[in-house]
């Protein structure tokens, strides 16, 4: 067993770790306060091949590791939450299911554009009356000759708008519960498809959360993914895999604020001395750490099993449960340590604060993390 | 066009401390990095391929380990990398660093070859400009930026202490380039990936022709006597004022010390 990077490894964090540092940082505190999506951004990592780090170079990816796209989006989220969730749901929502489970044409037509990060992908299960209980969905597809007819909504789609391309599910037979969900890839340009209101949040405020509107959109049949009647699969596959994604931001998060703190208790003076001398911090602060080495290791040893092919579903919901719980509680006492500073916007730790929360709900809320764990050991 | 880039393992000196006993450097946990005006002038040399296609070869002199930034050089984009790596070749000076690398670069066929101005650890310019002696090329020092005609000649904009001279170069010819002229690039994740794939020729003693007293310890004229920080004499005074009140108190400070 070895727990050490690889020098490919440590080469890769040298350069994730300094393009985070250089232009992802400098943006993150103007991103937050103007709930601005940054383009820019997402441009230079497409350029990199980080928006498509763990997909085939035949398909316009990087022929990278999962191991090395947790790396990424725990190092992106480390400066900004919003970057890091920008490049998991693309990844891990959009590009991965067709990966996994596209045709070789859909594969051909849809990887190299979206891998390359020429185009942003995305992806919609939840509806109003959908969240957890994601077998509720309500969103129809019927299909008419050579192709379907989608009806219905979806809400808090992370990166709708700008992405071109949308992994939908929705009943192509309503009376089968979740065996008549299909998944469907749906370009933002086909008749009938609209992106509705833009969320306001509490955190990642950069990223795009919106509502998708599905009038009489008409899809080819060419475009549904996998086969009929087998997209709720698709859809508890690929959040497995997005919580991979979800579990490295939140990890990201907790050492960004655990970074902004250590620095800050060492320059901070009351009674005379550093708070970071005094024994009540530093117990704190080593216990905070152990954490995020424990969820750290949580997250590299779910992106391990699947990059080994072998069953991690429980694994995943393991670390997202933790590194999500982990940057709430170390967020949360990183405002603590700052004091009235930290609850300003004058120091980040109040943004990587509001940041956190989001990790312990989407792709699987923390209750949901715990059925799938305890469904695990139970079967 | 073939470009060779000399470049070179430094540790990073911002995170670098000198052991004030003995006034050597404390290397433990100190990490190393490509030299910044290396990296600088690796990057010209990737836009010229990028612009005409070039062949780009990286060398480096050093340890074993100095693998790690003929890597890093190959996840931007170079085609070739040689270590220069023997016993032989250690303790060295700058005469007999240049007189090593010259060795090797004869057996090398290039139109371009580009150095860093100096490296962070030593800083003293004097490796780049000696190569060039040895092997009797027109040099250019302290390059900012380039511009070639995709033939033969180069316009480089040359940085002086007050001011700039542009010069036109025909090829073959050294550059040695600044960082502050190019912002260098990532490396790309592909890049990474492949980094390790690619072979890193090793060439020792036995590789290059060269006179073995002018290389290694027997070739440095130069010795290191004594390395030491400056002693801090006093704590100083800090005052948070504007910058107005500040150059007032300055000068009347070095008055009341009749320094000025």
New interface residues.
């Given amino acids: 067993m070895d727990f050490s990077l690889s ?2 490894e440590q ?2 964090l ?2 994730i770790r ?2 985070a540092e250089k232009e992802v940082k400098p943006l993150a505190a103007e991103v937050d306060e103007s709930e601005r999506f940054p383009m820019e951004t997402v441009q230079k990592m497409a ?4 928006m498509g ?1 763990p997909f085939p ?1 035949e398909l316009g990816g ?3 590791s999962n191991i ?1 796209y947790t790396m ?1 989006v725990e190092e992106l989220s480390r400066v900004c939450a919003t970057t890091g969730v920008i490049v998991s749901a693309h990844t891990s929502l959009c590009c991965a299911p067709i990966m996994e489970h596209g045709t070789p044409e859909q594969k051909a037509k849809y990887l190299p554009k979206l891998a390359s990060g020429e185009w942003i992908g995305a992806f919609g299960l939840t509806e109003p009356n959908a969240g957890t209980d994601a077998s509720a969905q309500q969103t129809i597809a019927v299909k008419e000759g050579d192709h379907y007819v989608l009806n219905g909504s979806k809400i808090f789609i992370t990166n709708a708008g700008y992405a071109h391309v949308y992994i939908i599910m929705a009943m192509t037979d309503k009376s089968k519960g979740t065996k008549g969900i299909s998944a469907f890839i749906v370009e933002k340009d086909f008749p009938g498809f609209s992106v509705g209101k833009k969320e306001k949040k509490l955190g990642i405020r950069g990223s795009a959360t919106c509502e998708l509107i599905m009038e009489n959109c008409i899809v080819p049949a060419e475009n549904l993914l996998g086969q009929e009647g087998k997209g709720f699969g698709i859809a508890m596959k690929t959040l497995d895999g997005g919580r991979i994604g979800i579990a490295s931001q939140a990890l990201g998060i907790a050492q960004g604020a655990m970074d902004e703190t250590v620095k800050y208790v060492k320059e901070r003076k009351q009674f005379g001395k550093a708070i970071g001398q005094f024994q009540n911090t530093q117990f704190q602060l080593a216990d905070l750490q152990t954490k995020i080495e424990a969820a750290r290791l949580l997250v590299r040893q779910a992106a391990y099993k699947k990059d080994l092919k072998v069953p991690y579903s429980a694994d995943a919901a393991m670390a997202k449960l933790f590194a999500a719980e982990t940057a709430m509680e170390v967020t949360t006492k990183a405002v603590q340590f700052h004091g009235g500073y930290g609850y300003t916007r004058e120091y980040p730790v109040e943004r990587m604060m509001r940041d956190a929360k989001i990790t312990e709900i989407y792709e699987g809320t923390s209750e949901v993390q715990r059925m799938v764990i305890a469904a695990n050991l139970l079967k | 066009m073939k470009i060779v880039v000399c470049i070179k393992q430094v540790p990073d000196t911002t995170e670098i401390k000198l052991d004030p006993v003995t006034g050597t450097l404390i290397r433990d946990g100190v990490p190393s990095i490509m030299n910044p005006d290396d990296k600088g002038g690796l990057e010209f040399a990737l836009q010229l391929k990028d612009q005409y296609g070039a062949h780009v070869t990286v060398i480096t002199m050093g340890p074993p380990q100095a693998e ?1 930034i003929l ?2 050089a190959y ?1 931007m984009g170079v085609d070739r990398a040689i270590l220069l790596s023997d016993r032989k070749f250690g303790g060295a000076d700058t005469l007999a660093t240049s007189n090593t690398i010259a060795a090797a670069l004869r057996s090398l066929e290039f139109d371009l070859l580009i150095t860093g101005r100096q490296a962070i650890d030593g800083d003293t310019a004097q490796v780049g400009p000696q190569i060039a002696e040895h092997l009797d090329l027109p040099q250019v020092t302290y390059v900012e930026s380039l511009t070639f005609d995709g033939n033969k000649t180069f316009t480089v904009k040359k940085s002086m202490e007050d001011g700039y001279q542009m010069v036109q170069v025909d090829t073959p010819c050294v550059f040695t380039a600044l960082a502050s002229g190019v912002k260098p690039r ?5 890049g ?5 794939n690619h072979p890193i020729e090793t060439w020792t003693y036995n590789d290059i022709t060269v006179d073995d007293q002018k290389i290694g310890l027997n070739g440095s004229p130069t010795r290191v006597f004594k390395s030491f920080t400056k002693g801090v004499k006093a704590a100083g005074q800090i005052y948070e004022v504007d910058p107005a009140e500040a150059v007032d108190i300055i000068i009347g400070k070095l008055k009341e010390k009749f320094i000025i």
Avoid: C, D, P, W
Avoid at chain 2, 186 to 190: E, F, H, I, L
């Fill in positions: 020098k490919q080469l890769f040298q350069m300094e393009f350029k990199l091949g980080i780090i170079v990087a022929g990278g090395l990424a | 790690a890597r890093e996840a990532y490396m790309s994740v592909r990474i990936v492949e980094a390790y």
